[in-house]
């Protein structure tokens, strides 16, 4: 059964850091984009960051950019999303989600595109 786990999600003041985690069992990862989503209260899920297969290509939204950084273990069937300089407006949760991409490059924003998600992790900052 294919599934992915996040893990790493917390409550951290303004202007900290986290890493959340997203492990994938099932299959393996070096085929699939990955994707970061997150989805506030009352809002709609948004893209926050993806990765292509081949690791060539990576994606952020406008208010993640320089914040965030995406990456992946390939060997450990992992990826993870660095999170710095944390806002209250970064308060959701967070979900990872996979997809295999027409080719290795491929990786997009979009959540209609990815077809395996995780249950999410929940991210709060506040002081």
């Known amino acids: 059964q294919l599934q992915l786990v996040e893990s790493g999600g917390g409550l951290v003041q303004p202007g900290g850091s986290l890493r959340l985690s997203c492990a994938a069992s099932?299959?393996?990862?070096?085929?699939?984009?990955i994707g970061w989503f997150r989805q506030a209260p009352g809002k709609e899920r948004e893209g926050v960051s993806c990765?292509?297969?081949?690791?060539?290509?990576?994606e952020y939204a406008d208010s993640t950019e320089g914040r965030f950084t995406i990456s992946r273990d390939n060997a450990k069937n992992m990826v993870y999303l660095r999170m710095t300089s944390l806002k209250p407006e970064d308060t959701a949760i967070y979900y990872c989600a996979a997809v295999r991409g027409p080719d290795s490059d491929y990786a997009r924003l979009g959540a209609y595109e990815y077809d395996y998600w995780g249950q999410g992790t929940q991210v709060t900052v506040s002081s």
């Open positions: 990765l292509s297969a081949s690791g060539g290509y990576t």
């Open positions: 099932g299959f393996t990862l070096d085929y699939y984009a």
